[in-house]
């Protein structure tokens, strides 16, 4: 769609393109929550302004060059339904930059919102995790806030994707950390190397088969891999929890994500003392075990 001759200004097109995409009635959740946070983002991205300063710029005039950039790149939002960070090619968690492709789900999880506290009150003493496992990585997101986290921990990071695994090296390399996390091609625990961790953490596939066949045309161009839990969304969690304790310390954590799929989860593990964790988003979509809970628990 060609826009109107008349969108001069940034303040125009801001108008312009939340129209756009309230009449098209397009789905968010990655990154933005509404039609009015992606347009303001997707702008001010494009005119390589900055993310957090709209006000001073929305009476500048746009030129011809960044009208035709403009305009492509919002053609694209509503004709293909490409979720803006793919657009990009970045996605943030807080203040971290990672870059993003289609090769990768989109970074977004609760347990990032837990990882800047160190997990305080379950670890009192963030010197002590020496050692921590990433399953699922993906674009290599967690481990990156993992090590910012606990500058004493070595990491791995692990995923099934070759390719997945390709962009967290992208990350893991921007960060400067390639010293401390180790990447490994893994399906969950199969090539995870045989040594006990002080900390486990994992956002794994969960979506169900059912929601699978809802999901907007947004998800549909993530990796199915990355998202696709099984009937139920627990296939993952079911071997995460068979296989972790062999892979834990005494007293290690484990921490794991699963959305929508806490009442599933405690009928599938009714003598498992989940312990959830509460973010700003959600407050019973993490659980956190210890590995000897885990074990009387099974």
């Keep these: 769609m060609n ?4 969108l001069e200004t940034l303040r ?6 939340v129209s756009r995409f309230n009449h098209a009635h397009l789905a968010f959740g990655h990154g933005s929550a509404d039609a009015y946070d992606e347009a303001a983002y997707l702008l001010l991205h494009t005119l390589h302004l900055p ?5 001073p710029f929305l009476d500048a005039r746009i030129t011809a060059g960044e009208r ?3 305009a492509a790149l919002l053609n694209r939002r509503v ?13 943030w968690l807080g ?15 609760f347990i990032a919102e837990l990882l800047p506290d160190g997990l305080d009150p379950y670890v009192r003493d963030r010197s002590k995790i020496k050692s921590a496992l990433d399953l699922c990585t993906g674009s290599g997101c967690l481990a990156v806030l993992l090590a910012h986290a606990f500058e004493e921990a070595d990491i791995d990071a692990v995923d099934v994707s070759a390719d997945a695994l390709a962009v967290a090296q992208r990350n893991v390399s921007d960060y400067g950390l390639a010293g401390r996390i180790n990447l490994i091609r893994s399906d969950l625990f199969d ?24 999901l907007p045309r947004e998800y549909r161009h993530e990796p199915a891999v990355a998202l696709a839990g099984g009937d139920d969304g627990l296939d993952a969690v079911r071997r995460i929890l068979r296989k972790a304790p062999h892979f834990m310390q005494d007293e290690a954590l484990l921490i794991v994500e699963i959305g929508h799929n806490h009442a599933a989860l405690e009928a ?12 700003a988003s959600a407050d019973d979509s993490v659980f956190l075990l210890r590995r000897e809970e885990i074990l009387a628990g099974r």
Excluded: C, G, H
Aim: charge should be negative; aromatic fraction near 14%.
């Design 68 to 70: 035709s950039e403009i």
């Design 12 to 17: 125009d097109w801001l108008r312009y393109a």
């Design 191 to 214: 090539n995870v190397p045989q040594k006990s961790y002080d900390l486990v953490i994992s956002n794994p596939p969960y979506v169900t088969t059912v929601a699978m066949e809802e």
């Design 95 to 109: 203040s971290f930059r990672f870059y993003v492709d289609e090769r990768v789900l989109i970074p977004r999880s």
């Design 268 to 279: 599938a593990f009714p003598r498992m003392p989940f312990v959830w964790l509460t973010t």
């Design 3 to 6: 826009p109107p001759p008349e």
């Design 79 to 91: 004709d293909e339904r490409v979720p803006a960070a793919y657009l990009t090619r970045e996605a």
């Design 51 to 55: 993310l957090d300063r709209l006000d």
